[in-house]
């Protein structure tokens, strides 16, 4: 088991926990068990959401899935990589959204969309690194974890809106002189619950990455493919598709919103100006501090990928 892993079970571990302890505390409270009607309203909500999510996505994002005879050497890509990673092929689709990016996504079943955008900016190698990130997300089932995950504050706000502004906000003995107070407490608890749903976000990326390299892709491949999708994303800043993937970017190989900020960090690992980043240029980064600014740090803490010089950088770690 990887750090990686542990670090995430620890997190879903802290996060039901604080669920669990804030549904005994109101229960306590409150001398019923009438929380369990939001539990209940949460994951029917949440369940909802997981059914009708990949008709939502592939609307948002113009996917048409592709047949072999329209797409063969997609389809053979994907298909070499899901028998690397032994598991079954998803479906394969085409977004005709310019931004240089791919995604996995479905409920039942399992497919994988790469836009027109990547298609014209990757090498082949480069975009099978790209394949193999998505399909490691599918294969870990990432889908259905950050689901669960994100049904933890969903509950906790609906909670705290129930006791601070609904009929929930009284005591055994019919007092409300607490019911502020531990509304205000199960809010900042909410708060917290989704910075941590960003962070098993991240820990999700970094991991897919390196599911992407257990399949057999090299990881300078995958490093280039990052840093030639930054600069892709960043000459379309401001543009009309970028707006309108605003809110399914979480589903995004990296967040094409970034690519403007990211691109200083990144200037610096292309020594040769290929515009690529080879292993030695990864060993050098391997060997040298990554250190980012304040305003850097926050940016992080409030996104649901990785800095991607950190992201590279961990990259650097499984050059061979």
């Excluded at 997190?11 to 009607?37: N, R």
């Excluded at 409300?176 to 199960?186: E, F, P, Q, R, T």
């Excluded at 305003?295 to 800095?307: D, G, L, Q």
């Amino acid at each position: 088991m990887t750090w990686l892993q542990i670090r995430l079970y620890l997190l879903m571990a802290a996060m039901f926990g604080i669920l669990y302890g804030v549904i005994v505390g109101i229960g306590t409270f409150m001398g019923v068990g009438s929380v369990l009607l939001y539990i209940i309203l949460a994951a029917a909500f949440t369940f909802f959401q997981f059914l009708i999510g990949p008709a939502m996505v592939g609307w948002t994002m113009r996917v048409k899935m592709v047949s072999e005879k329209e797409e063969p050497e997609l389809h053979q890509m994907v298909a070499e990589l899901a028998r690397q990673a032994n598991m079954p092929k998803p479906k394969v689709g085409i977004s005709e959204l310019p931004i240089p990016n791919a995604f996995a996504y479905g409920s039942f079943d399992s497919r994988v969309a790469v836009t027109r955008g990547i298609l014209e900016l990757l090498k082949k190698d480069e975009l099978k690194a790209v394949l193999g990130h998505e399909l490691s997300h599918i294969r870990h089932r990432d889908v259905v974890v950050m689901t669960m995950l994100a049904v933890v504050p969903l509950i906790l706000y609906w909670i705290a809106m129930s006791i601070m502004w609904g009929g929930m906000g009284r005591d055994r003995r019919g007092n409300s002189g607490y019911a502020v107070l531990i509304g205000i407490g199960a809010l900042i608890m909410y708060f917290i619950a989704n910075l941590m749903v960003l962070y098993a976000s991240r820990i999700r990326e970094y991991y897919a990455d390196l599911g992407s390299v257990k399949m057999g892709n090299k990881p300078q491949d995958m490093a280039t493919a990052l840093y030639k999708l930054v600069y892709g994303s960043a000459r379309l800043k401001d543009s009309p598709e970028l707006k309108r993937v605003q809110g399914a970017k979480a589903f995004f190989v990296n967040d094409p919103s970034r690519a403007w900020d990211e691109i200083r960090d990144l200037k610096s690992l292309d020594s040769d100006l290929s515009g690529s980043i080879d292993s030695g240029e990864l060993i050098n980064l391997r060997q040298k501090k990554v250190k980012l600014g304040t305003a850097e740090k926050m940016m992080e803490i409030f996104s649901t990928h990785p800095n991607m010089l950190k992201r590279i950088k961990h990259l650097s770690g499984m050059v061979v």
